[in-house]
């Protein structure tokens, strides 16, 4: 399943989420509106697959004009014969201004944990739930001289979490990454990577293999190229790397998740137009397939 927003521009009143499905083995379906609130602007849907099955849906609904504006609305959908029967939406906060990006994952003491981040303050923070969801308690805010946003999060050992950051075009053009003993109770002060961002998302997986997948756009100006690297040192570098797309154009907003089989599937934003799916394997990235 794939989650995205899409209307006549960013923000405007008609923006929906749109969602499909992709069966094995058969093209994507065709795409559907998953979410849609009269007169507002919806955006950066997250999908986490649920252990029992079914899955959830978090996303923001903008009530105010600009990303500021927005609150965070989650959504579960259980699978029954055959379909996905989804059911009444919660709201993750009244706080407006809240933001989701990035997949959550479910830690190694079962609890999930989500990133999230303030869009008025620039500032990360993170979330863990002990009722798959239904309830949640949050950390502090993270703070960083560049300001930071959307983190995308893996747990390298149990209770061992490492985060990298996307920081603002203006400042350095680097991804900056923190870590966490704790469960994401509390981070180490972010630091900055040598690892360049033009001030857009990017998404990591950590892989069966132990390995840590990073996508993201490989270049401090310019979404492109969008770039597929891997590290084995706790993402303080991604030596072996390969790039999905590197013309002319935006390539951006890349989500990554790995298969039963092995295969990485990435989805991305191309060129503002459509949304993209692709599969890669470990194997390719390190360039020995």
């Known amino acids: 399943m794939a989650a995205w927003y899409a209307g006549s521009a960013e923000g405007d009143p008609d923006v929906a989420i749109y969602g499909a499905y992709c069966r094995p083995g058969r093209d994507w379906g065709p795409p559907f509106v998953l979410e849609k609130t009269p007169g507002c602007s919806e955006g950066n849907p997250v999908l986490h697959p649920r252990p029992h099955g079914g899955v959830t849906l978090c996303w923001v609904t903008m009530y105010e004009r600009g990303w500021s504006g927005c609150r965070i609305r989650i959504r579960d959908a259980e699978s029954r014969g055959g379909e996905r029967l989804w059911g009444a939406d919660r709201v993750f906060s009244d706080e407006l201004g809240l933001m989701t990006r990035n997949k959550p994952i479910v830690m190694s003491n079962g609890e999930l944990l989500l990133p999230l981040y303030d ?171």
């Open 119 to 289: 869009e008025r303050a620039w500032r990360s923070f993170f979330a863990w739930s002990a009722d798959g969801g239904r309830t949640w308690e949050c950390g502090a805010l993270l703070p960083s001289e560049p300001g930071n946003i959307q983190p995308t999060v893996v747990e390298a050992a149990p209770g061992r979490l490492l985060a990298l950051f996307r920081t603002g075009a203006r400042q350095d053009g680097t991804l900056w990454r923190s870590a966490s003993d704790d469960y994401g109770r509390t981070w180490s002060p972010l630091e900055a990577t040598d690892i360049p961002n033009p001030n857009s998302g990017a998404d990591m997986v950590r892989l069966s293999s132990g390995t840590v997948l990073l996508v993201y756009n490989d270049a401090p100006r310019g979404r492109t190229p969008l770039t597929v690297a891997v590290s084995t040192d706790e993402c303080r570098s991604f030596a072996s790397k390969r790039n999905l797309e590197d013309a002319a154009g935006e390539y951006s907003y890349p989500a990554a998740i790995q298969g039963r089989d092995g295969a990485v599937h990435v989805t991305y934003t191309y060129r503002r137009e459509t949304i993209k799916h692709v599969t890669v394997r470990e194997d390719w990235v390190r360039g020995v397939s």
